[in-house]
């Protein structure tokens, strides 16, 4: 029994010796190209809650790719501005146009009753 674990064990060792040692041109385990992101946010349009749930950053070994999670970050950021900046200018919009459209509302009523 000792003669087969014995030969045994000489035959791996010379089998892993011969793939890492004798592996030629061709590396036992080939160089693999870093993960992109694929399917980045739309540029045409304004990014939407699909686009976002969509979606779906490469993943390193420590984690996620620090440049592509900037990119995204910075996208929404932008998009949040614009937005938030849309908002703002329709509210004083509405702001100016309440008082007069109050004024006139008022105006009617009080002349039906």
Known sequence: MFWFLLITMVVVVAAVTLAVVGGGDSEVLPEVAPEQL???????RPVD??????L???VTARG???ADVDDVLVRLGAE?????ARIAELED????????GDGGD???EGGEK
């Not at 694929?38 to 045409?44: E, G, I, N, R």
């Not at 949040?80 to 938030?84: C, Q, S, T």
């Not at 919009?93 to 007069?100: E, N, Q, S, V």
């Open 56 to 58: 779906r950053l490469p």
């Open 106 to 108: 008022a105006g009617t």
């Open 93 to 100: 919009a509405l702001a100016g146009a309440a008082p007069a």
């Open 64 to 66: 996620y790719r620090m």
């Open 49 to 54: 809650r699909a686009d976002v749930e969509a």
């Open 80 to 84: 949040l501005a614009e937005r938030d």
């Open 38 to 44: 694929v399917d980045p946010l739309p540029t045409a």
